[in-house]
């Protein structure tokens, strides 16, 4: 009975509950967003919210799973860890069905995943391992860039090849701001954004439909009936809500004029229906979710569990602040969901996975 009542203490509750109002939040605007064009599609309005509900489900199973994983054992696989992961991309090419002109998915009974939304996590916690047992040799670049940097280049190369230009700049981002936070030498990282700048001009100019986005990015008036429609119906979805919006449902630009509503676009459907208020108040719950994951950083002992943490912090905050900057026309179309709102069983259940990771640094590795 005591040990019961110790591990609820030892819960972060605040988490949990921003968590789950993000979830409830999710749940009724992809409802909204989603509703009348899965009644179109396939004859249940319900059909998107339905199979929601099911990832839903499977996270907080998975989530309770790895609240209650033992780390530093899992630490002494870090190495397997990292090659599953790197299979697993590879395999997509290999194994999974092309869509959109993009091989980035496996599909298994009428469902469908995408890898790199675990890779990501795999990665963060290889390299947070792999800093802690180099953390004497931070000024040898050999020991401690090289070989972070070559899993890096070969990741970049299994998205490019997908092909996944987005995620192949996120996992960069990522590898410089958590070695950054970790002490590595800023002329480094500088040898390292100097490696891989060639390739990503490389890609740039290779890969057209990277070309469109940043078009329709830069002159979406010009590209109005191609490339910019979507960002356009975003702006009109956005700047139609006003102050307090036009009302839960009330959305127009979900009628079939704002392409992927239910998915990357959710945050303008939530916009037009609560308005100003109602976006800001949902950007206020984020704000203060990764506030506590920040509240746990700074609690925590030891080097592999602060930098897991910075790198788990940077991964959820680089989704919300890219997802928010596509919408907001900050930022070229990117395809990367907001996380917990926007539809999709890869992104969601990976989130709650982090959600788990997180919670079980700020139980089992508190000062």
């Known amino acids: ?212 986005r940043i078009l329709g990015f830069l002159f979406p008036w010009r590209y109005s009936r191609d490339v910019g429609f979507q960002l356009i119906q975003s702006y009109i979805a956005i700047g139609s809500g006003r102050l307090l919006g036009k009302g839960l449902g009330m959305s127009r630009q979900k009628l079939f004029y704002l392409p992927q509503a239910h998915n990357d676009f959710i945050f303008s459907i939530v916009a037009e229906e609560l308005g100003f208020v109602g976006a800001v108040f949902l950007i206020y719950l984020y704000f203060f979710l990764i506030w506590n994951f920040i509240k746990v950083l700074e609690n925590l002992q030891g080097v592999f569990p602060r930098m897991f943490m910075t790198g788990l912090i940077f991964a959820f905050s680089y989704q919300v602040i890219i997802n928010l900057g596509v919408c907001l026309g900050f930022l070229p179309t990117k395809g990367l969901p907001l996380p917990f709102l926007s539809y999709g069983g890869s992104s969601l259940v990976s989130n709650f996975v982090l959600i788990g990771l997180v919670l079980n640094l700020s139980k089992n590795y508190h000062k």
């Open 1 to 212: 009975m005591c040990q019961g009542v110790r591990i609820v203490q030892k819960v972060n509750w605040r988490i949990i509950f921003l968590t789950a109002a993000l979830v409830l939040i999710g749940l009724l605007f992809l409802y909204s967003a989603s509703g009348i064009y899965a009644q179109f599609k396939y004859g249940d309005g319900f059909f998107f919210i339905k199979r929601q509900l099911l990832f839903v489900v499977i996270g907080v199973i998975l989530a309770a799973g790895v609240y209650r994983l033992n780390l530093e054992k899992l630490r002494t696989r870090s190495r397997t860890v990292i090659v599953v992961a790197l299979a697993s991309l590879l395999g997509v090419l290999i194994f999974g069905k092309e869509a959109g002109g993009a091989k980035r998915w496996y599909h298994f009974l009428g469902f469908s995943f995408q890898p790199i939304e675990f890779v990501k996590l795999a990665y963060i916690f290889y390299i947070a391992d792999f800093l802690d047992r180099k953390r004497f040799q931070m000024y040898r670049f050999k020991k401690i860039c090289l070989p972070v940097y070559l899993i890096l280049a070969v990741l970049v190369i299994l998205l490019l090849l997908q092909p996944d230009f987005g995620n192949s700049v996120f996992l960069i981002l990522l590898t410089i701001s958590v070695f950054y936070f970790g002490g590595v030498p800023v002329k480094f990282l500088m040898t390292a954004a100097g490696a891989v700048l060639p390739f990503l001009i490389l890609a740039f100019w290779k890969l057209e439909y990277i070309r469109r």
